[in-house]
């Protein structure tokens, strides 16, 4: 659940539960069950005939299937404050998808394909306003939380 002090930095691209767990915001075909994120208005599947999505959350855990390092400063209009040089992970979900997102929580000599990990949302940047702009990135996942 993000606070009157926290915005996501897109609508409808993640939630963030009252426990604070994030979840991605995602969409499935009610006829062939093909997953889509960011969420689709229908049905991209050449050969799925029913074209109908709903909305469901996304797996909270992920396998890194491959990962960059992104180490000189992006654009302004890329916010992040403070900079550092940061990962970037393609993380396998359990519904098929391989997801584009921020990797934290470890050195980036630590960094491993095939390392399971978990989704959060963390602050990016503070906007003028004084609001922390939240994200969506991806953290190891240690033994202890699979349980």
Not at 38 to 67: A, D, M, Q
Request: with cysteine; net charge negative; proline share 7%.
């Amino acid at each position: 659940m993000t606070t009157s002090q926290q915005v996501p930095v897109a609508d409808e691209l993640f939630e963030v539960s009252v426990d604070g767990a994030a979840a991605l915001v995602g969409s499935r075909c009610t006829g062939c069950g093909t997953h889509y994120f960011p969420k689709s208005l229908s049905c991209r599947n050449p050969r799925c005939e029913t074209k109908r999505v709903e909305e469901v959350l996304l797996g909270r855990h992920g396998t890194l299937y491959s990962y960059t390092v992104q180490g000189y400063r992006p654009p302004a209009l890329f916010g992040m404050d403070p900079w550092t040089p940061y990962a970037i992970g393609l993380v396998q979900l359990p519904e098929g998808l391989r997801v584009l997102g921020m990797l934290t929580g470890c050195d980036l000599d630590e960094i491993r394909i095939g390392m399971p990990l978990r989704l959060l949302a963390e602050p990016l940047y503070r906007a003028t306003d004084g609001r922390e702009v939240l994200t969506y990135k991806f953290s190891p996942l240690h033994e202890e939380e699979t349980s």
